[in-house]
């Protein structure tokens, strides 16, 4: 994958929506095209606390967002080079995560059933979705939509666009923004 013109974030560029929308692929292809750090807060929990079935089994859901709210605070706040990063479905639900975004770029990716059923329907690692997994998929979406919404600075349709169409129209977005 080529490297695109690099470019220079003066804030943290935050990947938001529901889960399976494809927040970490695009970030990590995005970043790696623009020369920027990835960080994906859920696979920084996995690493420090264990897969999040497990942490779901032992901890329940609360338990897991208290970890979740942690780990996302520790990552926005850090003084480090803005980077991009990719946030769990249901991370926007903490207050204090939703204050911690106000400083950053927000992007929602905004993924249809038709886009994320194959990837919900093969994934038997994802707790919410136990049982009917497209249909709890919705009604997640559906109740969350609103709060994706007000968060979002910038909302990306991922409907029928491939990683590196979905790649350029974040670096125009980011562009137009950038530029005075």
């Known amino acids: 994958m080529p490297v ?12 938001i929506g529901p889960m399976a929308s494809g927040k970490s692929t695009l970030g990590q292809h995005f970043a790696t095209q623009h020369g ?3 960080i994906d807060t859920d696979r ?8 999040i079935p497990s942490i779901f089994a032992t901890q329940g859901e609360h338990g897991f967002r208290e970890i979740e709210a942690r780990e996302v605070a520790a990552v926005l706040s850090a003084a480090d080079e803005p980077s991009v990063v990719s946030l769990g479905g249901g991370a926007i639900l903490d207050t204090g995560t939703q ?7 927000v992007v929602f990716l905004d993924a249809d059933l038709e886009t994320v059923r194959p990837r ?21 979406s559906r109740r ?12 990306l349709v991922t409907r029928g666009k491939s990683q590196q169409d979905l790649v350029e129209e974040l ?5 137009e923004r950038l530029t005075p």
Do not use: N
């Open 171 to 175: 670096s125009a977005m980011l562009e």
């Open 4 to 15: 695109a013109m690099p470019l220079k974030l003066q804030r943290h560029l935050v990947l």
């Open 99 to 105: 204050q911690l975004l106000e400083s950053c770029v």
């Open 36 to 38: 920027l750090t990835f």
């Open 44 to 51: 920084r929990i996995v690493a420090k606390h264990g897969t």
């Open 144 to 155: 969350r939509r609103p709060t994706y919404l007000k968060l979002a600075d910038h909302v």
């Open 120 to 140: 919900i329907v093969r994934d038997t690692g994802r707790p919410l979705l136990a049982g009917d997994a497209v249909e709890r998929w919705q009604e997640m």
